[in-house]
């Protein structure tokens, strides 16, 4: 058996089909470790980790706000043919597609702060 203190959810990902399912978390030491599950086994992990959080409240474990993040599959950009607006689709040909339309100085702005946060995580130390 593998044996890893997990710390954080970092984020998690469903294959095109919705069969399989991939989680990634990270552990004390800074390691990524990535559960991959068939999508038929998230009830019961979902019942068991429900079950262990009201035991471990149970016990006076703190409540802790955690979040999860899927991770992108694709996306694309384009302009609008009969507006001044940037076209932005994110999961593009997936059952989650979002579809967002700006003005021009929105998009600059968020590609400035995409390319500022992008440098900021290149930037952090290798583990």
Known sequence: MIEAEVVGALHHDVSDDGLMVAMTF???LG??????????????LHAAVTSAQQEARAKG???RSQISFREMKAW????????NAVLVILDRDT???GNYAMAAHTADELGAALRE???????????
Request: hydrophobic share 40%; no cysteine.
């Open 26 to 28: 990270h552990d004390k």
């Open 31 to 44: 390691e990524s470790i990535q559960l991959v599950m068939s999508a038929d086994y998230l009830d019961g």
């Open 61 to 63: 474990a703190p409540a």
């Open 76 to 83: 694309a950009v384009g302009t609008h043919p009969d507006q």
């Open 95 to 97: 059952a989650l597609q």
């Open 117 to 127: 946060k992008a440098l900021v995580i290149r930037q952090r130390p290798k583990p």
